[in-house]
């Protein structure tokens, strides 16, 4: 029997990419209509394949992989982010901004989406993706959406630096963003990462015990685990305005200066590179776990241990600020995030009056 032939590049001799996404997803060759897996600075994996059960055609980035995706990741100065339906001066994450024009060009010079519909015209367009992923697809979103005004985005774990306050309004129409917990990413952005910074600073210079024990028993308390008792307490250190006593009206002829000061400040506490606050994307539906309250009556206790998670309507302002948490990193990764949608599933059939 003769194999059909999809459209593949990056992939090795062996297909190996390719049986891997077969093994995870349970998909047939049949349903693959194209597949990318090229990774290189701005260029992110992804594939495109049929979902006959909902009658969609799916576009799934692939999240932060590689070095080259932490790069791109970090490489996240915000840019003006120039779209048909965009407002003017609207700013995104540069890198990703990169990264979904390369996946459109590649998109548009194999035909894929138009193939595609012509072969199932009465389908729907969904684009999805994890963390790196899921920001791309959101962005990749915004330059499709002009041709597929119906489309719709699941992004999982979208990180807090991606969308300046206006487009991420505008995503609320057509993406659906889940987040678990603590998860750090959802709270990563170039402004959040330098007030943490400063903050850190400033109770370390305060701070009467020898620096390298603070350090060593921070990374020791990190890598090594995490007392039970510990596990529902924040390491949350206040906020301190690095830019404070600045003059709040400025003249155009000062603004250069004073970024250029922010930069190459004597004072690392003082340097500010983050030029426009930016935010998660979508309308968020955050799962938290229920915390565990001792309780006198054994039915309402075996009730709360039955009830691990709930969720809530978050807003991006939400997600601004990062904060050291213990399962920061855990309740990023994919497979806890599918674990908590499934005993959430799980937990409505049992306790359908927790359903939102």
Not at 105 to 123: C, M, S
Not at 229 to 239: F, G, M, P, R, V
Not at 336 to 344: G, H, W
Request: with cysteine; glycine share 4%; hydrophobic share 40%.
């Amino acid at each position: 029997m003769k194999r059909k032939r999809i459209p593949i590049t990056g992939d090795n001799c062996c297909y190996c990419y390719l049986a891997g996404i077969k093994s995870l997803s349970d998909i047939s060759t049949d349903d693959i209509l194209y597949a990318s897996f090229k990774n290189y600075l701005c260029e992110i994996p992804f594939c495109v394949v049929i979902d006959k059960e909902t009658n969609n055609i799916v576009i799934i980035v692939r999240g932060s992989l590689s070095l080259r995706d932490v790069i791109t990741d970090i490489t996240a100065d915000s840019e003006v982010f120039i779209c048909e339906g965009v407002p003017l001066n609207a700013q995104a994450h540069r890198s990703m901004i990169t990264a979904a024009r390369v996946i459109l060009k590649q998109l548009d010079g194999n035909k894929v989406l138009e193939r595609a519909f012509n072969t199932y015209p009465h389908y729907n367009l969904v684009l999805t993706g994890h963390s790196l992923g899921a920001g791309i697809s959101i962005l990749l979103a915004f330059l499709l959406r002009p041709r597929y005004p119906s489309l719709k985005v699941y992004a999982f774990a979208t990180p807090a630096g991606l969308l300046s306050r206006e487009l991420a309004r505008i995503t609320e129409e057509f993406v659906f963003t889940v987040g678990v917990g603590d998860d750090f990413v959802m709270r990563l952005s170039v402004e959040s990462s330098e007030n943490l910074r400063t903050s850190l600073l400033r109770v370390l210079h305060a701070c009467r015990l020898p620096k390298y024990r603070v350090v060593l028993n921070g990374l020791g308390y990190m890598l090594f685990g995490i007392p039970e008792k510990d596990l529902e307490k924040t390491w949350n250190i206040s906020i301190i305005d690095t830019i404070s006593g600045e003059t709040p009206l400025l003249n155009n002829r000062d603004l250069n200066s004073i970024e250029e000061n922010r930069i190459y400040e004597r004072d690392v506490t003082k340097r500010r590179y983050s030029k426009v606050k930016l935010y998660t994307g979508g309308r968020i539906l955050h799962i938290v776990r229920c915390k565990s309250e001792s309780s006198e009556n054994e039915s309402k206790k075996q009730n709360k241990e039955e009830k691990k998670f709930e969720m809530r309507w978050a807003q991006p302002e939400e997600f601004t600020e990062l904060l050291v948490m213990p399962r920061m990193l855990l309740d990023h990764l994919p497979e806890n995030i599918d674990e908590a949608i499934t005993t959430l599933l799980e937990q409505q059939k049992e306790l359908p009056q927790y359903v939102l």
